[in-house]
């Protein structure tokens, strides 16, 4: 999932990689997937509070 996200932001954004997308450029440089993982699911699980919170869903 995570080539295929990197695929398609390749085919519909132009210039540098590390420019356009930065956080998945420097993600790409960690050395095991569940690492990354990781990383991802925390960063997820604060956007979707932050959301709840522009909602007023508690």
């Known amino acids: 999932?995570?080539?295929s996200c990197?695929?398609?932001i390749n085919e519909v954004k132009s210039g540098p990689f590390a420019e356009h997308s930065n956080q998945?450029?420097?993600?790409?440089g960690v050395p095991n997937w569940s690492k990354?993982?990781?990383g991802l699911i925390k960063m997820y699980k604060v956007e979707g509070k932050k959301e709840k919170k522009k909602e007023g869903v508690f």
């Not at 998945?24 to 790409?28: D, N, P, Q, T, V």
């Open 1 to 3: 999932m995570f080539l």
């Open 6 to 8: 990197i695929r398609y």
């Open 24 to 28: 998945l450029w420097s993600i790409s």
């Open 36 to 38: 990354i993982n990781s």
